[in-house]
């Protein structure tokens, strides 16, 4: 693909009009204690409320409920399905109360999703969630979406925001979803292992070549998703119909780069065919 056409691709990210930003644990937290990193958290906010200012209809899918439940409980190592499910209904709460506080300084108003695999798999379900989405954007407000950890079951859960990002992005024909994490995009192989590995800014298309460079690349020190999860967000989302970017979530004025069409992160461009999201979610 030569320059030209990469840097048009990059270019059609502005005109986006339904956005989905997915935003991993380990982004939300101060590495060192665990704990909500408040002025980090603020500069999202800021920077998801200016793209609803731009007219866009924008979703946050936000890990960390785990996350932070463990912490403000002092739990070092989660030892049990219940305990993790305590801890997520714990720390939803507290990740919702800072989400709207920050919002509403910006004069937003957030709404709060809560998604399982089960009610997903469930067409009635699934209609409903849909419709209100569409309510939640016609009233101008921002969903905070997360799955129900609490009531989930081994068997039967999407256990990685990644995928529910994309999932999500498919329910409500989103165009883009940027998935921010600690993960800077896909590289040929594991930068860590190589220095040689190449950055790769935009794939075409997802084909064995990306799949392998996938599997060899890096993996998240935090949170649940590696490179393979996000590969996985990306061969949904992209089928669904839109573009999405993996990118580092160090500073979240990366979603303006991304959204202005600047050339950072990795761009998976959509390849929209015939798709159905209950296969999917069948076959998760
Ligand atoms: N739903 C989990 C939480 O909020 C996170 C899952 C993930 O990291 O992908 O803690």
Partial sequence: MNASTIADARKQLKNKQR????????????????????????????????????????VIVSSGAIAVGRTAMGISRLESLKQKQAC?????????MIYQKFFSEY?????????????????????????????????????????????????IRFG?????????TALIHADLLILLSDIRGLFTEDPRRNPEAAFISEVDQIDDRIRAMAD????????????????????????????????LSEDFRILHQIVSGEDVGTLFRAHPHEFFLMDYLEKM
């Fill in 19 to 58: 956005v989905v930003v997915k935003i991993g644990s380990s982004s939300l937290v101060h590495k060192s204690t665990g704990r909500l990193n408040l002025p980090k958290i603020e500069i999202l906010v800021r920077e998801v409320a200016d793209l609803r200012n731009q007219g866009k209809d924008v």
């Fill in 88 to 96: 997520a209904a714990i720390g939803q709460v507290s990740l919702m």
């Fill in 107 to 155: 004069g937003q108003t957030t709404a709060q999703i809560l998604l399982t695999k089960q009610t997903m798999l469930d067409g009635e379900s699934r209609e409903n969630a849909r419709n209100t989405f569409e309510e939640l954007f016609s009233l101008g407000v921002i969903p905070i979406v997360n799955e129900n950890d609490t009531v989930e079951t081994y068997d």
């Fill in 160 to 168: 990685d925001n990644d995928r529910l990002s994309a999932i999500v």
């Fill in 216 to 247: 060899s690349s890096a993996g998240s020190d935090f949170g649940t998703g590696g490179m393979a999860t996000k590969l996985a967000a990306a061969e949904i989302a992209t089928a669904a119909g839109a573009d999405m970017v993996i990118a």
